[in-house]
């Protein structure tokens, strides 16, 4: 079984940073894609960041500049720093990961979520 468990949202004032970390575990043979997603209330969630598993990295143009998305392939880790935080990013942020799992003459590549983690921004 896979889990992703994220880490390190709170509250922190208008200007200030946070660091998110997700770890993936369980029957893993690989992971490729891994990202951060975020839903604020009453929003769709929406795409913060990705990295590939070779390092390619792309971002949502309002977090361009602000927010830093990288990886360990060792620990099956994604982290996401955060600077320069503005009251409308607060939100529930999710971790989502490509990973791949079955067995080692069948493996296919399944989505898995994190629970989030609440990031909350005060002006």
């Known amino acids: 079984q896979v889990q992703l468990v994220e880490s390190g949202g709170g509250l922190v004032q208008a200007g200030g940073s946070l660091r998110l970390s997700c770890v993936a575990s369980?029957?893993?043979?690989?992971?490729?894609?891994m990202g951060w997603y975020r839903q604020a209330p009453g929003k769709q969630r929406e795409l913060v960041a990705g990295i590939t598993g070779g390092g390619i990295t792309n971002y949502a143009d309002s977090m361009k500049g602000r927010f830093t998305i990288s990886r360990d392939n060792a620990k099956n880790t994604v982290y996401l720093q955060m600077n320069s935080l503005k009251p409308e990013d607060t939100a529930v942020y999710y971790c989502n990961a490509q990973i791949q799992i079955g067995t080692l003459w069948n493996r296919r590549t399944q989505a898995y979520w994190g629970q989030g983690t609440q990031v909350t921004v005060s002006s």
């Open positions: 369980g029957s893993i043979f690989g992971i490729n894609t």
